[in-house]
């Protein structure tokens, strides 16, 4: 069955530095959503990648879709305190209304 | 409050009883998710409804889960003959189109 991926599991960072997360999918996608979830919260949407090659930008996050629709980043420049949390990538297959949701990445930042 | 709404928030119930959760989508929604969420891990997809339709069920659900969305607005989950590896976040979410979604709090079940 479809896998979703993420990289690195968990990452700590010094406030400041950047931040890079990586989704890898097993099959192709339609489209990608990211996802933000603090500490004993519910999932938060961030963005959605619908084109292959796609980059999208939000203040400090930036989010690329793979020219294979198959993979996906997200990077936090300069990172904050407030951006601790696990991060989630969801992809969604062609034919199907599920979205798959990655293994997430963990980011602490430490002040 | 117009966000997704999750009743009970937190549910702990005898192994071998049957459970029942509650979701209220943000009105107008038509599309709803229901997730699973363990510790450490990501939501897990269970089902998917468009109005009352239910379109797609996770082929890992066992027959001891089923979902209604009876008039195509809030929705319930339930969990019959519970057993101690039911014991999750269950995660509720709605959207608009085929766009971003919006999870409610969850309602975390307790198996003992």
């Known amino acids: 069955g479809q896998q979703v991926m993420q990289i690195p599991q968990y990452q700590h960072v010094q406030e400041g530095e950047d931040f890079t997360t990586y989704c890898n999918s097993s099959t192709t996608l339609s489209n990608i959503q990211w996802y933000k979830q603090r500490p004993g919260g519910h999932p938060v949407f961030l963005i959605q990648l619908v084109k292959s090659g796609e980059v999208k930008k939000q203040k400090r996050l930036t989010f690329q879709f793979g020219e294979a629709k198959k993979n996906s980043s997200l990077h936090i420049t300069a990172t904050q305190t407030t951006d601790v949390g696990t991060y989630f990538c969801a992809g969604q297959s062609s034919g199907t209304y599920k979205y798959i949701f990655g293994t997430g990445t963990r980011l602490k930042v430490l002040a | 409050d117009t966000g997704v709404s999750q009743d009970p928030r937190h549910k702990i119930t005898k192994r071998g009883q049957n459970v029942t959760f509650r979701c209220d989508p943000i009105?107008?929604?038509?599309?709803l998710y229901w997730y699973r969420q363990t510790l450490g891990q990501g939501p897990e997809f269970l089902t998917y409804f468009q109005n009352e339709a239910q379109l797609e069920k996770s082929r890992l659900l066992s027959d001891r889960f089923s979902a209604e969305r009876p008039k195509g607005s809030f929705s319930t989950l339930e969990i019959q003959r519970t057993e101690q590896g039911d014991s999750a976040m269950y995660l509720c979410?709605?959207?608009?189109?085929?766009?971003?979604?919006?999870f409610g709090q969850g309602t975390r079940l307790t198996v003992v």
């Open positions: 009105s107008e929604h038509n599309r």
């Open positions: 979410a709605s959207s608009p189109s085929r766009t971003e979604a919006f």
